[in-house]
């Protein structure tokens, strides 16, 4: 008996760690790990295109709205296409293509094309990030 009473307890605790894990998951705010890509740096006047490749440490869920209901979908990385226009210190999303797996690898389970709209890009000094890479090449050309 006392060797029941044991499994179930340890079975309780296993299952309540469990559940504590995924609960922590679901509100993760992981926004990725981004690594742009500079070969894929196209200029036009002064906009600039660049593709970012975003890992995240855990799989993330997405819904769209599709056919009278919501789909779910679950990703490891996205890939998106920022347009900047440089001058002005701004950005914008044209596409986003969500992979099953980390590192752009795996099944496209989503893929958004949409110009969004204009956003002030906070990050523009950093010598490392997207706008300044693309900006910078886009400069060199």
């Given amino acids: 008996m006392k060797v ?3 499994l ?9 760690t469990a559940v504590h894990a ?3 998951l679901a509100g993760d705010t992981d926004p990725g790990t981004p690594f ?3 070969s894929t740096v196209q200029k036009n006047g002064p906009l600039a295109n660049i593709v970012v490749l975003y890992i995240y440490r855990h ?3 997405g819904t769209v709205y599709h056919s009278g209901k919501n ?6 990385s996205t890939k998106v ?3 900047f226009d440089c001058p002005k210190h701004r950005y914008r999303v ?4 969500f992979f099953s797996d980390q590192e752009g690898k795996g099944n496209v389970v989503h893929n958004q094309t949409a110009a969004g709209n204009w956003a002030f890009e906070p990050d523009y000094k950093n010598t490392l990030s997207a706008f300044s890479i693309a900006c910078r090449a886009s400069a060199e050309h």
Wanted: no cysteine.
């Fill in 4 to 6: 029941l009473a044991y």
């Fill in 8 to 16: 179930l307890t340890a079975a309780a605790i296993l299952f309540a």
């Fill in 22 to 24: 995924d609960s922590k």
């Fill in 36 to 38: 742009p890509d500079k």
């Fill in 59 to 61: 799989m993330k869920s």
């Fill in 71 to 76: 789909e779910v979908f679950y990703f490891g």
């Fill in 81 to 83: 296409k920022f347009e």
């Fill in 94 to 97: 044209l596409q986003t293509v």
